[in-house]
């Protein structure tokens, strides 16, 4: 089972800062937290991954919680392109897939 | 364009029929994947293979069977497959198991099963 929650749906307007919240309450002292998202037909999308510290890569930022029961991914400015749903997995060998939450980016 | 190539894009075949999925990855990965996904469903995982070897295997049922040839390929085998069985077959890669390096996925085959 998904060890992750995640919002069904969020909405974020064109141009501002979507922020995407997941609880991992149950996460293991080695495992990582990774976002993907996908857009409708195609494969999974990496977007980044930590384990402790807060990451941030040319996609997104990636705030975890010190305690690591929660992480946030932050676009910082988001398009119409990045309507997709969203995935917050924690992983140790494998990747299983929660329900995700579909952002919608509106203009 | 990714870096997990999966053919065909798209399969149609009979429950009596037996095909195979192809996937192909030049990044030098040692662990592959095999997921499946049901429409507005999230990604399923199916089998994993690390260093050409068979680590895990999700309960999946027999008429699907994995093979890794070499560290670049990994194939689905098809046969006696039933109409539940159509959904999107998607493959990934990664450096390793549990090393921290993220999967790399392919765009899919979209198979369809009559």
């Known amino acids: ?107 | 364009d990714t870096e997990v190539t999966q053919t065909p894009k798209h399969l149609v075949m009979g429950m009596t029929n037996k095909k195979s999925l192809k996937c192909e990855q030049h990044m030098g990965h040692r662990a592959m994947y095999w997921y499946k996904q049901k429409a507005k469903k999230p990604p399923e995982l199916m089998f994993v293979y690390s260093y050409e070897k068979l680590s895990i295997n999700e309960s999946v049922p027999s008429r699907f069977s994995p093979e890794c040839p070499n560290s670049s390929l990994l194939n689905l085998h098809l046969h006696a497959l039933q109409p539940e069985d159509s959904a999107l077959y998607l493959c990934a890669s990664s450096q390793g198991r549990g090393l921290g390096s993220p999967l790399h996925f392919g765009n899919g085959t979209r198979l369809t099963v009559t």
Not at chain 1, 53 to 63: D, G, H, P, R, Y
């Open chain 1, 1 to 107: 089972d998904a060890k992750t929650t995640q919002p069904p749906s969020m909405d974020c307007a064109e141009g501002r800062a979507a922020n995407l919240p997941c609880n991992h309450s149950t996460i293991s002292g080695n495992e990582y937290v990774y976002w993907y998202r996908q857009i409708h037909s195609q494969g999974p999308q990496y977007i980044i991954h930590g384990l402790k510290n807060n990451e941030t890569n040319e996609m997104a930022s990636l705030i975890i919680t010190e305690d690591r029961k929660s992480s946030t991914l932050i676009l910082p400015h988001a398009t119409l392109r990045d309507t997709a749903v969203y995935y917050c997995i924690v992983e140790w060998g494998k990747l299983i897939f929660g329900q995700g939450t579909e952002l919608s980016v509106k203009p």
